[in-house]
C-alpha cells in the first residue's frame, strides 16, 4: 500500500447508523408548490414524511477484507456506501474510517465543463484525496488510459459523454487508496477500452486494503469477496460467507422473484 500503513484496528466501522430523508413527493418545485405546502402545514399540521434509508447499522472492516454487498434495489445498499464516504451524514450513530477513502460512485461528477481535461484531472483528483505533486506525477498515465491524447486541454464540453466516462474512470484509478468504496461496476467506452478498465479495477481492488462492492453481479461477488453484506429495507440482515449471503439473497429474490442470476457477465 502506498498511501498509508496497515492498521491493526478496523479501517470501517459503523455503529448503531441511521439515515433518514424526507421523501421526494414532499419537495416542492415550484412557488405555487411552496404556497401549497405552507397552507397544507398551517391549516392541516402537515410534515413531510421521513423515509428511514439506513436503520441501527453496525459493523467493521479490517484490511485484507473484501466485502461484497448485495440486496434489493433501494434497500439502502448505495446510501451505505456513500455514508461511509462522507457524503451523507448519518442522522443517529457514528461511522469511523482510518486512511484514504476512494469513493467509485459516479463517472464525471465533480467536473467543471468550462475547465479543459487536464484542469478537471487537477480538480477531480484534489476532490477525492490526491495531492498536486502526486496527480502530477500521474498525469500522463490518466491521458494514456483515457484514451483523450490531444483533447486534454481543450475545455471538457466539447468532450463527448463516452471521453467524460473514461477521463473520470482514469482518474479514479490512479488513487491508490486504503478503502475502496465501488457502486456498481460500470461500462465505459469501446470493447477494447471496457476490457482495459475491467483489468485496471482489478489490479485496484487487489491494491486497496479493505474493499467494499455494491453489485448485482453475484459472479463477481463469489470471485472478488471474502465476505459479504446483505442489504434489506435499510438493515443488514446477514453478514456471512459469500456463498451464504448469495444463497440467502436468491431465495429471496432469485427467478421468478426479480430474475436474479448467479452468473451475469462481469460488466466494467
Keep these: 500500500m502506498n498511501a498509508e500503513q496497515r492498521t491493526d484496528g478496523p479501517r470501517i466501522e459503523l455503529v448503531n447508523v441511521s439515515v433518514r430523508f424526507r421523501l421526494a413527493l ?3 418545485r415550484t412557488l405555487r408548490e411552496r404556497f401549497d405546502h405552507l397552507v397544507r402545514r398551517v391549516r392541516y399540521g402537515y410534515r413531510p414524511a421521513p423515509f428511514t434509508a439506513l436503520r441501527e447499522v453496525s459493523f467493521a472492516a479490517r484490511d485484507g477484507e473484501s466485502i461484497g454487498i448485495v440486496g434489493p434495489n433501494g434497500g439502502g445498499k448505495s446510501t451505505l456506501l456513500r455514508t461511509i464516504a462522507g457524503i451523507y451524514s448519518p442522522d443517529a ?42 496527480i502530477a506525477t500521474q498525469v500522463d498515465w490518466i491521458v494514456e488510459f483515457a484514451g483523450v491524447g490531444k483533447f486534454i486541454d481543450a475545455q471538457l464540453k466539447y468532450y463527448s459523454s463516452g471521453m467524460v466516462g473514461r477521463l473520470s474512470f482514469a482518474i479514479m484509478l490512479a488513487m491508490q487508496p486504503d478503502i475502496l468504496l465501488v457502486d456498481e461496476i460500470f461500462s465505459v467506452g469501446d470493447l477494447a477500452f471496457r476490457q482495459k478498465s475491467e483489468d485496471a479495477m482489478r489490479a485496484m481492488l487487489g491494491k486497496a486494503g479493505c474493499r467494499l462492492l455494491v453489485s448485482h453481479n453475484l459472479r463477481l461477488i463469489r470471485e472478488q469477496c471474502t465476505r459479504c453484506l446483505y442489504v434489506k429495507d435499510g438493515r443488514i440482515t446477514l453478514d456471512a460467507a459469500p456463498e451464504t449471503v448469495i444463497g440467502a439473497y436468491q431465495r429471496d429474490f432469485g427467478r421468478g422473484k426479480g430474475g436474479i442470476s448467479a452468473y451475469a457477465p462481469i460488466s466494467l
Excluded: C, H, P, Y
Aim: proline share 0%.
Design 93 to 134: 450513530g457514528s461511522v469511523r474510517t482510518q486512511g484514504r477513502v476512494s469513493a467509485l460512485l459516479s463517472l464525471g461528477s465533480g467536473f467543471d465543463m468550462q475547465l479543459t481535461g487536464r484542469d478537471n484531472i487537477f480538480l477531480n483528483g484534489m476532490t477525492i484525496g490526491m495531492s498536486a505533486r502526486e
Design 26 to 28: 414532499d419537495k416542492a
